[in-house]
């Protein structure tokens, strides 16, 4: 094998050996590297069987005469900078692009015989060109690698090329769905609208239309061999493994409920919208503000949702959500600039970054349709993290539903802000409504809507309780675990438990396990766990430990030992509140013992508030059973 080591330094020698017209032939199995930072200038280049020319620099064809690619070989980055033009000869899949393609000048026609390759470890993409016009004429090969998961689960895809969906992704895997004609396994023949048969006729792909009414918004497409994929569609698909395995995928065969991984291949032109220097719009259905609008990514690049919001601010929110197939429960993560919430997966070094062949919901501005702008511009390398930070929220804490084991099945953000807007009881741009739903999620309430993120009022952490919405289908032990709080200084932070009458300090102990009982409302869902937030806001003035309170719980008289001043000139103010804030209770008293009756109150947790005459102050929590 020939192995051709080309430094910074020696490009330069390259750049004069190789003039404009010159051409680079490369022989069977030979491999050239090219060193970060470098370009090699060729006028044209023969790759002859497996041919690979890598590294992080370029191979730029330029020149402003016509030039060619022939032969079939790999290049890792390949830039096209020949105002005249460059063509790729007529050898099936001839070209693979490993990392990135550079159109800087000249149009390049593939011939049908471009490929973006992806695996394990990255997919090729096409990079935001500086052509005015059509950079690629001709149909190209996009590959998107699917890792494999732990549990069939729905991937959000697109594809920037446009073709039937029987003609593209079916060709890797099975797409099935209802319809008429077909024969089901072991014979396996497709419907006449192209559906792969099954006996269930369970649909496998949906897309998604924001305008119908809440239910019946994911829609199976009428067909795979008329319904196209392309031009910024969105497809919730379920992806088995590769249809090569066979009949097993599809027959209820067990060994195969755990999907491989998987490349799609989808082979067609880029949308005419996409050649106009890459900048076009799309418009999505829609019908209230605060909808979700699936949105498929039309790029073959990613692209960095920061810039493709500042674009569209003015039609959607900075939110988007993505579904997390590798989560055992199957949740969505939201992302808002600040930090990914949900399912594992996503952290927020890679928030920013809508990956290739990836669809995604963004949250609409308008009640009606909305006309999103997608531009060349938008286009990153998907290597820096380059998120935006628009606000920073110091007081916030981040809650885990895990199972017993400690794998993370979901999760929520409660923060924070010192913000006239932001309502405790109403949806906000600061907040983050949940669309999961299914085995094991859990939400925030703010009112009666569930919440991934939501942001309070910070005036409202002198004494503020959020309810959770922890969701089961499936009786077992779980956890909750808490994270995230150091900034909250001053704060008590204490988990409810309402099914167990427990009162748990977080900030003591950040791991909290329950259990639950699928048929027991009880143990799951609305009302059994609350946060309760208690700032104390001049903690160097609290009382001293002598103050008892005692029984606790009690469900009578409760009784509170009080310190006294020597001359008696100290008095009391006494108020009960319970974990809403609503106060319950409250009197005055210069005694060092009181007593009060709780035997009205309802069961649950109660914040007794303490202030002395000379401002000092302290809280205890009360317990009714």
Same mark, same amino acid.
């Given at each position: 094998?020939?192995?051709?080591?080309?430094?910074?330094?020696?490009?330069?020698?390259?750049?004069?050996?190789?003039?404009?017209?010159?051409?680079?032939?490369?022989?069977?199995?030979?491999?050239?590297?090219?060193?970060?930072?470098?370009?090699?200038?060729?006028?044209?280049?023969?790759?002859?069987?497996?041919?690979?020319?890598?590294?992080?620099?370029?191979?730029?064809?330029?020149?402003?005469?016509?030039?060619?690619?022939?032969?079939?070989?790999?290049?890792?980055?390949?830039?096209?900078?020949?105002?005249?033009?460059?063509?790729?000869?007529?050898?099936?899949?001839?070209?693979?692009?490993?990392?990135?393609?550079?159109?800087?000048?000249?149009?390049?026609?593939?011939?049908?015989?471009?490929?973006?390759?992806?695996?394990?470890?990255?997919?090729?993409?096409?990079?935001?060109?500086?052509?005015?016009?059509?950079?690629?004429?001709?149909?190209?090969?996009?590959?998107?690698?699917?890792?494999?998961?732990?549990?069939?689960?729905?991937?959000?895809?697109?594809?920037?090329?446009?073709?039937?969906?029987?003609?593209?992704?079916?060709?890797?895997?099975?797409?099935?769905?209802?319809?008429?004609?077909?024969?089901?396994?072991?014979?396996?023949?497709?419907?006449?609208?192209?559906?792969?048969?099954?006996?269930?006729?369970?649909?496998?792909?949906?897309?998604?239309?924001?305008?119908?009414?809440?239910?019946?918004?994911?829609?199976?497409?009428?067909?795979?061999?008329?319904?196209?994929?392309?031009?910024?569609?969105?497809?919730?698909?379920?992806?088995?493994?590769?249809?090569?395995?066979?009949?097993?995928?599809?027959?209820?065969?067990?060994?195969?409920?755990?999907?491989?991984?998987? =490349? +799609?291949?989808?082979?067609?032109?880029?949308?005419?919208?996409? #050649? *106009?220097? %890459?900048? @076009?719009?799309?418009?999505?259905? &829609?019908?209230?503000?605060?909808?979700?609008?699936?949105?498929?990514?039309?790029?073959?690049?990613?692209?960095?949702?920061?810039?493709?919001?500042?674009?569209?601010?003015?039609?959607?929110?900075?939110?988007?959500?993505?579904?997390?197939?590798?989560?055992?429960?199957?949740?969505?993560?939201?992302?808002?600039?600040?930090?990914?919430?949900?399912?594992?997966?996503?952290?927020?070094?890679?928030?920013?970054?809508?990956?290739?062949?990836?669809?995604?919901?963004?949250?609409?501005?308008?009640?009606?349709?909305? =006309? +999103?702008?997608?531009?060349?511009?938008?286009?990153?390398?998907? #290597? *820096?993290? %380059?998120? @935006?930070?628009?606000?920073?929220? &110091?007081?916030?804490?981040?809650?885990?539903?895990?199972?017993?084991?400690?794998?993370?099945?979901?999760?929520?953000?409660?923060?924070?802000?010192?913000?006239?807007?932001?309502?405790?009881?109403?949806?906000?741009?600061?907040?983050?409504?949940?669309?999961?739903?299914?085995?094991?999620?859990?939400?925030?309430?703010?009112?009666?809507?569930?919440?991934?993120?939501?942001?309070?009022?910070?005036?409202?952490?002198?004494?503020?309780?959020?309810?959770?919405?922890?969701?089961?289908?499936?009786?077992?032990?779980?956890? +909750?675990?808490?994270?995230?709080?150091?900034?909250?200084?001053?704060?008590?932070?204490?988990?409810?438990?309402?099914?167990?009458?427990?009162?748990?300090?977080?900030?003591?102990?950040?791991?909290?396990?329950?259990?639950?009982?699928?048929?027991?409302?009880?143990?799951?869902?609305?009302?059994?766990?609350?946060?309760?937030?208690?700032?104390?806001?001049?903690?160097?003035?609290?009382?001293?430990?002598?103050?008892?309170?005692?029984?606790?719980?009690?469900?009578?008289?409760?009784?509170?030992?009080?310190?006294?001043?020597?001359?008696?000139?100290?008095?009391?103010?006494?108020?009960?509140?319970?974990?809403?804030?609503?106060?319950?209770?409250?009197?005055?008293?210069?005694?060092?013992?009181?007593?009060?009756?709780?035997?009205?109150?309802?069961?649950?947790?109660?914040?007794?508030?303490?202030?002395?005459?000379?401002?000092?102050?302290?809280?205890?929590?009360?317990?009714?059973?």
């Amino acid at each position: 094998m020939k192995y051709l080591k080309i430094k910074l330094l020696l490009v330069v020698f390259g750049f004069y050996a190789f003039q404009a017209h010159s051409q680079l032939y490369l022989g069977s199995n030979t491999n050239i590297t090219i060193q970060d930072g470098a370009k090699l200038f060729v006028h044209g280049v023969n790759l002859i069987n497996n041919t690979y020319v890598k590294g992080d620099g370029n191979l730029v064809l330029t020149g402003s005469t016509a030039s060619n690619i022939s032969g079939v070989g790999k290049i890792d980055n390949l830039e096209i900078d020949n105002s005249a033009g460059v063509s790729i000869a007529t050898n099936a899949d001839s070209v693979k692009i490993v990392r990135a393609l550079y159109p800087t000048s000249g149009q390049l026609n593939v011939n049908g015989n471009l490929v973006l390759l992806s695996d394990i470890n990255g997919t090729a993409r096409i990079a935001e060109g500086s052509v005015t016009g059509n950079y690629i004429s001709g149909d190209i090969n996009v590959q998107r690698y699917i890792p494999a998961k732990f549990v069939r689960k729905w991937s959000f895809l697109s594809s920037p090329v446009t073709g039937t969906i029987q003609n593209t992704w079916q060709q890797i895997i099975h797409i099935t769905g209802p319809g008429t004609g077909g024969t089901v396994c072991p014979s396996l023949t497709p419907h006449t609208n192209g559906y792969d048969a099954t006996i269930s006729s369970a649909p496998s792909i949906y897309v998604y239309d924001a305008s119908q009414n809440t239910g019946s918004r994911w829609i199976v497409p009428s067909s795979t061999n008329a319904y196209n994929v392309g031009a910024g569609k969105g497809f919730r698909v379920n992806i088995r493994g590769d249809r090569s395995i066979g009949c097993s995928l599809i027959n209820g065969d067990i060994t195969y409920l755990r999907p491989s991984e998987v =490349t +799609l291949k989808a082979s067609g032109s880029l949308s005419n919208l996409l #050649k *106009n220097a %890459g900048n @076009f719009t799309i418009t999505y259905a &829609n019908n209230l503000v605060n909808n979700y609008v699936f949105v498929g990514n039309p790029y073959p690049s990613p692209i960095s949702f920061n810039s493709f919001e500042g674009d569209n601010n003015a039609n959607i929110n900075y939110i988007y959500a993505v579904y997390v197939p590798a989560s055992i429960a199957g949740v969505y993560s939201y992302w808002d600039g600040t930090s990914f919430t949900g399912g594992t997966g996503y952290d927020n070094s890679k928030g920013d970054i809508i990956g290739s062949g990836q669809a995604f919901f963004v949250q609409s501005k308008l009640a009606g349709n909305i =006309t +999103l702008s997608f531009k060349e511009t938008q286009k990153t390398d998907g #290597k *820096n993290v %380059g998120y @935006f930070r628009g606000r920073n929220f &110091n007081e916030k804490i981040r809650i885990h539903y895990l199972q017993n084991d400690g794998t993370q099945m979901d999760e929520v953000i409660i923060r924070f802000a010192n913000d006239a807007n932001i309502s405790n009881t109403e949806e906000g741009s600061l907040d983050i409504a949940s669309m999961n739903s299914g085995t094991n999620y859990i939400t925030s309430l703010k009112g009666n809507k569930g919440m991934v993120i939501q942001t309070r009022k910070l005036q409202t952490l002198a004494v503020d309780t959020v309810w959770l919405n922890v969701a089961s289908t499936i009786s077992g032990t779980y956890k +909750l675990a808490f994270n995230e709080f150091d900034n909250f200084l001053g704060t008590e932070i204490f988990l409810i438990d309402n099914y167990t009458n427990t009162l748990h300090d977080i900030k003591t102990n950040p791991e909290y396990e329950f259990t639950v009982d699928k048929d027991n409302a009880a143990t799951k869902g609305i009302g059994r766990f609350g946060i309760v937030f208690n700032r104390q806001f001049n903690p160097e003035l609290t009382l001293n430990s002598t103050i008892k309170m005692f029984p606790n719980p009690s469900n009578k008289l409760v009784t509170i030992q009080l310190p006294q001043s020597a001359d008696n000139s100290v008095n009391y103010n006494i108020k009960v509140s319970d974990i809403a804030g609503k106060v319950v209770m409250q009197f005055r008293t210069t005694n060092t013992t009181e007593q009060f009756d709780v035997q009205k109150l309802s069961k649950g947790i109660y914040v007794v508030e303490i202030i002395d005459s000379k401002g000092n102050r302290t809280t205890e929590k009360l317990v009714k059973n």
